[in-house]
């Protein structure tokens, strides 16, 4: 028990700490108090321990400056209670106040005040009660009530009956820890602030300029508990909460913030803005808030299904009555909590026009309904992003059906009494989560197999009335219905109306219709096959290039004989892939080597040697012709007419036929030029078109394809 006694030694010299002198605002536990009117000032005065309670209402008083200086003057340091109600003042000074050091309560109802300084009460360290209310003040600047962090006594503020639309931010305050009763109503102010709720702990020897009449049952530790308190705010145009409170759920009992009777109407907001995120934080609020005209729409959702589902429910029945929307009007909270499928918005953006699209979060979608357009050719092109969305098209003139970006979040679709002839298999394919299907009373004559894949069963699925053909194409449906009980679906067979469970596969002779399917595939391929024989039987040489260029195969090229195992074939060594034989006199044949042939053979990675551009000037020509085309890998020649005329062309020819074993021969003029050739070998290779013309549009490919063969 030590710390109890600990605990009442820390009470009893905190206590102690706050006696002052009869110089500041303290009095004895039961001070004598004498009641004084005008016709009694200043005779009654007693005694410096007397104190006194002065009624000065009713007379009349325009200035209070000269009431200081005459009536009051000899009693004012013992006034605790004055009364200047249902005068004539206008204004108020502040030292009025510092004259009146132990004043305790003011009176200053019915007057004609129409502002106030804020410092006006900064030295009336002692005021518990302050009336202003029923004159013509239009602000509350911050700092009237004290400045941030100075904690007072002041219980009562009453400025009710004002033009008041204004109030600091600052003019509530966390030092305020002994105000119980505020009383604001019948003002314009059009906003509602948190400084209800603000709460702090404090030292009472924090208490500015006047010592606090402590009870030890009202300390915990170092806190005063602020219990029993009442804020009126009523008979305003409150319509929204200006900030997140920042309060500590649990320190706030026994209070009441009356809102009744404002222009309130978003509920959930403003609930918001009290960061009230669960009932208990709602419960703590202790906000009255009936009479306003509250809209009760989807954003109410949340509050109601949480409330209902705690504690709280009996408590939160009549928190507050909708004005709107017209279908609940004057219902309670209480109502919105059973019914809270009732709860929903209209959603406008992205809403196809003549739509009506309400977001219902009782049933966690967005319910778009275009019935009422009648004029609809196809699907809404775009809907609100919802995660699951209910579409009802019914009453239209839709002809088809195509995916939509939005199909994936399709939970039901009602397409019935439409025109509607076809559907698109993916759409179905995209729904996925789709449970409800509706598109009876159309034109449809066959479904997509994809909506078998839905799964749903047949009172899901509505299909009837429609003209629907069965076919070998649509057996599927047998095996369907049978899944659903579908049995009562009925199709058309050869104009006669059959029910779809009993047509089957033989009924309908498939086999007749796959066998002729499978001829007629048959009958292609073959004929594919015989048109590719023909065209490489007479494009043999062609049809290999292309296949090279291709493929990078060689399927008509005869296999390499094998020599016996005894004999042993050295392998030549070539330096170069091409030796170029050509007319050196004719400039045009140089400028093709020059600019196109070189570069090709570049880009075929083929190393070259071309006598105008790599013969060394001094050496002897038949050396350097007959070296360079022994270690070279191809011999190209290029014929012109001239060159039946050119000694050292016709040498190399001969060189690079007998080194080379095959040259591969370009002609540069046309072949017509070269028909009455008699040279050999010549006359050979232009007899058996062994050559490749250079304005043929295979020529790259035909010399990439020599090139390429093994010599």
Same mark, same amino acid.
């Given at each position: 028990?030590?710390?109890?006694?600990?605990?009442?030694?820390?009470?009893f010299s905190m206590i102690s700490h706050l006696v002052v002198s009869s110089d500041d605002c303290g009095c004895d536990d039961n001070p004598e108090v004498v009641k004084l009117y005008r016709h009694d000032l200043p005779s009654n005065l007693s005694g410096v321990d007397v104190f006194y309670?002065?009624?000065?209402?009713? =007379?009349?008083?325009?200035?209070?400056?000269?009431?200081?200086?005459?009536?009051?003057?000899?009693?004012?340091?013992?006034?605790?209670?004055?009364?200047?109600?249902?005068?004539?003042?206008?204004?108020?000074?502040?030292?009025?106040?510092?004259?009146?050091?132990?004043? @305790?309560?003011?009176?200053?109802?019915?007057?004609?005040?129409?502002?106030?300084?804020?410092?006006?009460?900064?030295? !009336?360290?002692?005021?518990?009660?302050?009336?202003?209310?029923?004159?013509?003040?239009?602000?509350?600047?911050?700092?009237?009530?004290? @400045?941030?962090?100075? /904690?007072? &006594?002041?219980?009562?503020?009453?400025?009710?009956?004002?033009?008041?639309?204004?109030?600091?931010?600052?003019?509530? #305050?966390?030092?305020?820890?002994?105000?119980?009763?505020?009383?604001?109503?019948?003002?314009?102010?059009?906003?509602?602030?948190?400084?209800?709720?603000?709460?702090?702990? *404090?030292? +009472?020897?924090?208490?500015?300029?006047?010592?606090?009449?402590?009870?030890?049952?009202?300390?915990?530790?170092?806190?005063?508990?602020?219990?029993?308190?009442?804020?009126?705010?009523?008979?305003?145009?409150?319509?929204?909460?200006?900030?997140?409170?920042?309060?500590?759920?649990?320190?706030?009992?026994?209070?009441?913030?009356?809102?009744?009777?404002?222009?309130?109407?978003?509920?959930?907001?403003?609930?918001? !803005?009290?960061?009230?995120?669960?009932?208990?934080?709602?419960?703590?609020?202790?906000?009255?808030?009936?009479?306003?005209?509250?809209?009760?729409?989807?954003?109410?959702?949340?509050?109601?299904?949480?409330?209902?589902?705690?504690?709280?429910?009996?408590?939160? &029945?009549?928190?507050?009555?909708?004005?709107?929307?017209?279908?609940?009007?004057?219902?309670?909270f209480g109502y919105l909590m059973e019914n809270t499928d009732k709860l929903i918005c209209n959603i406008s953006e992205d809403c196809p026009m003549g739509c009506l699209c309400q977001d219902r979060p009782a049933e966690s979608l967005l319910a778009v309904d275009c019935s009422m357009v009648k004029n609809l050719t196809e699907l809404p092109d775009r809907l609100p992003k919802y995660p699951r969305i209910s579409l009802n098209v019914s009453g239209n003139q839709?002809?088809?059906?195509?995916? &939509?970006?939005?199909?994936?979040? $399709?939970?039901?679709?009602?397409?019935?009494?439409?025109?509607?002839?076809?559907? #698109? +298999?993916?759409?179905?394919?995209?729904?996925? *989560?789709?449970?409800?299907?509706?598109?009876?009373?159309?034109?449809? %004559?066959?479904?997509?197999?994809?909506?078998?894949?839905? @799964?749903?069963?047949?009172?899901?699925?509505?299909?009837?009335?429609?003209?629907?053909?069965?076919?070998?194409?649509?057996?599927?449906?047998?095996?369907?219905?049978?899944?659903?009980?579908?049995?009562?679906?009925?199709?058309?067979? =050869?104009?006669?109306?059959?029910?779809?469970?009993? /047509? %089957?596969?033989?009924?309908?002779?498939?086999? &007749?219709?796959?066998?002729?399917?499978?001829?007629?595939?048959?009958?292609?391929?073959?004929?594919?096959?015989?048109?590719?024989?023909?065209?490489?039987?007479?494009?043999?040489?062609?049809?290999?290039?292309?296949?090279? #260029?291709?493929?990078?195969?060689?399927?008509?090229?005869?296999?390499?004989?094998?020599?016996?195992?005894?004999?042993?074939?050295?392998? +030549?060594?070539?330096?170069?892939?091409?030796?170029?034989?050509?007319?050196?006199?004719?400039?045009?044949?140089?400028?093709?080597?020059?600019?196109?042939?070189?570069?090709?053979?570049?880009?075929?990675?083929?190393?070259?040697?071309?006598? +105008?551009?790599?013969?060394?000037?001094?050496?002897?020509?038949?050396?350097?012709?007959?070296?360079?085309?022994?270690?070279?890998?191809?011999?190209? /020649?290029?014929?012109?007419?001239?060159? $039946?005329? @050119?000694?050292?062309?016709?040498?190399?020819?001969?060189?690079?036929?007998?080194?080379?074993?095959?040259?591969?021969?370009?002609?540069?003029?046309?072949?017509?030029?070269?028909?009455?050739?008699?040279?050999?070998?010549?006359?050979?290779?232009?007899?058996?078109?062994?050559?490749?013309?250079?304005?043929?549009?295979?020529?790259?490919?035909?010399?990439?394809?020599?090139?390429?063969? !093994?010599?």
């Amino acid at each position: 028990m030590d710390w109890i006694y600990v605990l009442l030694l820390t009470c009893f010299s905190m206590i102690s700490h706050l006696v002052v002198s009869s110089d500041d605002c303290g009095c004895d536990d039961n001070p004598e108090v004498v009641k004084l009117y005008r016709h009694d000032l200043p005779s009654n005065l007693s005694g410096v321990d007397v104190f006194y309670d002065v009624d000065l209402s009713n =007379d009349s008083i325009t200035d209070l400056q000269t009431l200081l200086s005459s009536s009051l003057t000899s009693i004012r340091h013992h006034i605790i209670h004055l009364d200047l109600s249902y005068n004539h003042i206008q204004q108020v000074q502040r030292s009025f106040f510092t004259a009146l050091p132990k004043l @305790r309560s003011i009176l200053l109802s019915s007057n004609n005040i129409s502002s106030l300084d804020k410092d006006v009460f900064m030295d !009336a360290k002692c005021l518990q009660t302050i009336d202003i209310s029923g004159n013509h003040i239009k602000q509350l600047p911050s700092g009237l009530l004290g @400045r941030q962090g100075e /904690v007072l &006594r002041i219980k009562t503020f009453d400025a009710s009956r004002n033009q008041i639309s204004f109030m600091g931010s600052e003019l509530f #305050h966390e030092g305020l820890v002994y105000l119980k009763n505020v009383d604001i109503s019948f003002n314009n102010l059009e906003y509602f602030d948190s400084w209800p709720y603000r709460t702090r702990s *404090i030292n +009472p020897g924090d208490v500015s300029g006047c010592p606090i009449d402590l009870d030890l049952s009202s300390l915990s530790f170092n806190f005063i508990s602020t219990e029993g308190y009442t804020f009126n705010l009523s008979h305003n145009n409150i319509s929204y909460f200006r900030k997140a409170v920042g309060m500590e759920p649990g320190q706030q009992k026994n209070f009441k913030v009356d809102l009744t009777f404002n222009n309130l109407q978003d509920a959930a907001g403003c609930i918001k !803005a009290l960061n009230a995120n669960t009932p208990s934080d709602l419960a703590i609020l202790r906000l009255e808030l009936k009479n306003n005209p509250w809209f009760c729409d989807c954003s109410l959702y949340n509050v109601a299904h949480n409330v209902h589902n705690s504690v709280y429910t009996d408590q939160a &029945r009549e928190y507050i009555y909708c004005q709107d929307p017209p279908d609940l009007q004057n219902r309670s909270f209480g109502y919105l909590m059973e019914n809270t499928d009732k709860l929903i918005c209209n959603i406008s953006e992205d809403c196809p026009m003549g739509c009506l699209c309400q977001d219902r979060p009782a049933e966690s979608l967005l319910a778009v309904d275009c019935s009422m357009v009648k004029n609809l050719t196809e699907l809404p092109d775009r809907l609100p992003k919802y995660p699951r969305i209910s579409l009802n098209v019914s009453g239209n003139q839709i002809e088809k059906i195509v995916t &939509r970006r939005y199909a994936h979040a $399709l939970t039901r679709l009602d397409v019935s009494h439409n025109r509607l002839t076809s559907i #698109h +298999p993916k759409f179905f394919d995209d729904s996925k *989560i789709l449970k409800f299907v509706d598109i009876s009373n159309n034109f449809l %004559t066959s479904l997509p197999i994809t909506l078998r894949n839905l @799964r749903l069963p047949l009172s899901d699925v509505r299909v009837e009335n429609n003209s629907l053909v069965c076919s070998c194409d649509t057996l599927w449906m047998n095996e369907w219905l049978k899944e659903i009980n579908g049995n009562n679906l009925t199709c058309t067979v =050869d104009g006669n109306v059959q029910y779809i469970h009993s /047509v %089957t596969y033989n009924s309908l002779t498939c086999y &007749r219709d796959k066998l002729l399917i499978a001829c007629f595939f048959l009958g292609c391929l073959l004929s594919v096959i015989i048109i590719s024989v023909v065209v490489v039987y007479k494009w043999k040489y062609e049809t290999s290039v292309l296949l090279y #260029h291709i493929f990078g195969v060689r399927p008509f090229d005869k296999p390499k004989q094998k020599k016996p195992f005894d004999i042993q074939e050295v392998e +030549p060594v070539f330096t170069t892939d091409v030796y170029i034989s050509s007319n050196r006199q004719n400039l045009k044949i140089i400028g093709w080597v020059t600019k196109k042939l070189l570069p090709k053979l570049e880009n075929f990675k083929k190393t070259c040697y071309y006598p +105008p551009k790599d013969d060394i000037p001094g050496d002897s020509i038949a050396d350097v012709i007959t070296n360079a085309m022994a270690s070279s890998r191809n011999i190209l /020649v290029i014929l012109d007419d001239s060159i $039946l005329d @050119r000694e050292w062309c016709m040498e190399e020819f001969y060189m690079g036929h007998q080194i080379a074993g095959k040259v591969i021969l370009v002609l540069f003029d046309s072949p017509t030029k070269f028909e009455d050739i008699e040279t050999e070998p010549i006359k050979t290779y232009i007899n058996r078109q062994d050559y490749i013309q250079i304005n043929h549009k295979l020529f790259w490919h035909k010399l990439e394809y020599e090139l390429s063969k !093994a010599k």
